[in-house]
């Protein structure tokens, strides 16, 4: 099948999809409540593009919070099943535009470091103003060793690089695979980074897991990741006091979460224990509250001990293994769970229930896969430069795209502060 026709054959799904959208009992009332929700009952049908996407691939529904796309899937009714499960194993992820081909684009992944040859499903007259040295937020999947681009969610230029790696880092954050997944050399990186600090970790602290206050924990962390000699024994300071309670700082949203993450535990006002545990497979986490849970089955009358249990078993950030070494630890594990729960779980029905991506995904610790993540060192790198750079106090109304930026970088006023820029 040539390229032309496997574009045919996708447009081809992608309006089943739509169809499946618009009749089917369960998906039609969500649509619809969907597009009320987000003011777009009315929208034309030119526009429907828009929001049919990210509607297929990021709306979940029902008890097992599927996504519709995987619900189509499931529902076996598309003529052509290999495509429809090609759609649903996609990735999303801010990409830099490196060429700009005759039918698509090469594209950088910022996220995964790999380079990709990308066919549009569209006429490339249709994306006319996108040019190389921009960036693309955007899905991509692949089918039958070709890739294709099927949504463009936005569209940064060149002078928003700090902004693509920042949306970069965020889903790196979000979901740690995205780093590794479609990049075998980049996950062998990671594996072998795993099993080196792992090492160091147990010469250092003869131990895999430390408990200590929400205060030093950065400074053992940085210490260690940067390999920096010296006994770090004076940081390891327990709280005295266990309970749970909500930190805004861990409420990280896209507007705040690169200045929590530089910030770091220390910068919180509240004060609290946070577990530093290595995994010898899975790597590094840094577990807020994670002595106050294990002391939940240590029979303390630990306070808010039924919203802690939840913030484990909920929190997408904790993963299964996480919850097994603490099940492992304590016999009474279940029976304290199910008694606060109200349930009659087994234990592989507690994670099924709430752990069920970490089971069907490869799944390594996010701080690991940070730490050989370029997208994070890089948006470090350009928040530094940007807060060393002179800023002019207000730029003139008449100053020219193309003219020298009055903050005195030496570039172009449209490549650096025209964006950020307040005129007056």
Same mark, same amino acid.
């Given at each position: 099948?040539?390229?032309?026709?496997?574009?045919?054959?996708?447009?081809?799904?992608?309006?089943?999809?739509?169809?499946?959208?618009?009749?089917?009992?369960?998906?039609?009332?969500?649509?619809?409540?969907?597009?009320?929700?987000?003011?777009?009952?009315?929208?034309?049908?030119?526009?429907?593009?828009?929001?049919?996407?990210?509607?297929?691939?990021?709306?979940?529904?029902?008890?097992?919070?599927?996504?519709?796309?995987?619900?189509?899937?499931?529902?076996?009714?598309?003529?052509?099943?290999?495509?429809?499960?090609?759609?649903?194993?996609?990735?999303?992820?801010?990409?830099?535009?490196?060429?700009?081909?005759?039918?698509?684009?090469?594209?950088?992944?910022?996220?995964?470091?790999?380079?990709?040859?990308?066919?549009?499903?569209?006429?490339?007259?249709?994306?006319?103003?996108?040019?190389?040295?921009?960036?693309?937020?955007?899905?991509?999947?692949?089918?039958?060793?070709?890739?294709?681009?099927?949504?463009?969610?936005?569209?940064?230029?060149?002078?928003?690089?700090?902004?693509?790696?920042?949306?970069?880092?965020?889903?790196?954050?979000?979901?740690?695979?995205?780093?590794?997944?479609?990049?075998?050399?980049?996950? @062998? #990186?990671?594996?072998?980074?795993?099993?080196?600090? =792992?090492?160091? $970790?147990? /010469?250092? %602290?003869?131990? !895999?897991?430390?408990?200590?206050?929400?205060?030093?924990?950065?400074?053992?962390?940085?210490?260690?990741?940067?390999?920096?000699?010296?006994?770090?024994?004076?940081?390891?300071?327990?709280?005295?006091?266990?309970?749970?309670?909500?930190?805004?700082?861990?409420?990280?949203?896209?507007?705040?979460?690169?200045?929590?993450?530089?910030?770091?535990?220390?910068?919180?006002?509240?004060?609290?224990?946070?577990?530093?545990?290595?995994? @010898? #497979?899975?790597?590094?986490?840094?577990?807020?509250? =994670?002595?106050? $849970?294990? /002391?939940? %089955?240590?029979? !303390?009358?630990?306070?808010?001990?039924?919203?802690?249990?939840?913030?484990?078993?909920?929190?997408?950030?904790?993963?299964?293994?996480?919850?097994?070494?603490?099940?492992?630890?304590?016999?009474?594990?279940?029976?304290?769970?199910?008694?606060?729960?109200?349930?009659?779980?087994?234990?592989?029905?507690?994670?099924?229930?709430?752990?069920?991506?970490?089971?069907?995904?490869?799944?390594?610790?996010?701080?690991?896969?940070?730490?050989?993540?370029?997208?994070?060192?890089?948006?470090?790198?350009?928040?530094?430069?940007?807060?060393?750079?002179?800023?002019?106090?207000?730029?003139?109304?008449?100053?020219?795209?193309?003219?020298?930026?009055?903050?005195?970088?030496?570039?172009?006023?449209?490549?650096?502060?025209?964006?950020?820029?307040?005129?007056?």
């Amino acid at each position: 099948m040539s390229i032309i026709e496997q574009i045919i054959s996708i447009n081809d799904v992608l309006k089943e999809i739509f169809n499946y959208i618009r009749t089917d009992s369960v998906i039609k009332p969500d649509f619809d409540e969907y597009l009320a929700t987000i003011g777009a009952k009315t929208i034309p049908a030119s526009q429907i593009e828009k929001i049919f996407l990210p509607y297929i691939f990021e709306r979940t529904i029902g008890g097992k919070a599927q996504t519709v796309i995987e619900l189509f899937c499931s529902s076996g009714i598309s003529k052509n099943q290999d495509i429809a499960k090609a759609l649903k194993d996609n990735i999303y992820s801010a990409f830099a535009i490196k060429k700009v081909l005759k039918n698509g684009f090469e594209l950088y992944n910022l996220v995964n470091e790999k380079l990709y040859t990308v066919n549009s499903l569209t006429k490339m007259t249709n994306l006319r103003g996108i040019h190389a040295g921009q960036f693309l937020i955007s899905r991509i999947f692949n089918y039958k060793g070709e890739y294709y681009l099927v949504e463009i969610a936005n569209l940064l230029n060149d002078a928003q690089k700090g902004e693509a790696y920042k949306y970069a880092v965020m889903r790196a954050v979000q979901n740690p695979e995205l780093v590794y997944k479609d990049n075998p050399e980049k996950e @062998k #990186e990671i594996k072998e980074n795993i099993s080196d600090m =792992y090492k160091k $970790f147990i /010469k250092k %602290f003869n131990t !895999e897991e430390i408990i200590t206050s929400n205060k030093y924990a950065d400074d053992i962390i940085g210490s260690f990741c940067d390999d920096e000699a010296g006994d770090l024994r004076e940081k390891i300071v327990p709280v005295t006091e266990y309970k749970y309670f909500e930190v805004p700082e861990l409420q990280n949203t896209y507007n705040n979460f690169m200045e929590n993450s530089v910030g770091g535990f220390a910068t919180h006002n509240a004060t609290y224990d946070v577990g530093i545990v290595f995994d @010898k #497979e899975k790597g590094l986490y840094a577990i807020p509250f =994670y002595q106050t $849970f294990c /002391k939940i %089955f240590e029979g !303390e009358n630990v306070e808010n001990k039924e919203a802690c249990i939840k913030y484990f078993l909920t929190n997408d950030a904790v993963s299964d293994r996480l919850i097994k070494r603490v099940a492992d630890k304590y016999p009474n594990f279940m029976e304290i769970i199910n008694g606060i729960l109200k349930t009659n779980y087994t234990f592989d029905e507690l994670i099924k229930h709430y752990k069920s991506y970490y089971l069907e995904h490869n799944m390594y610790s996010s701080a690991t896969v940070l730490y050989t993540s370029q997208a994070f060192s890089g948006t470090f790198d350009f928040m530094e430069t940007m807060m060393n750079r002179p800023q002019p106090a207000s730029v003139p109304k008449n100053i020219g795209r193309n003219d020298p930026c009055p903050c005195g970088s030496g570039k172009k006023y449209k490549n650096c502060c025209m964006n950020a820029a307040v005129q007056v």
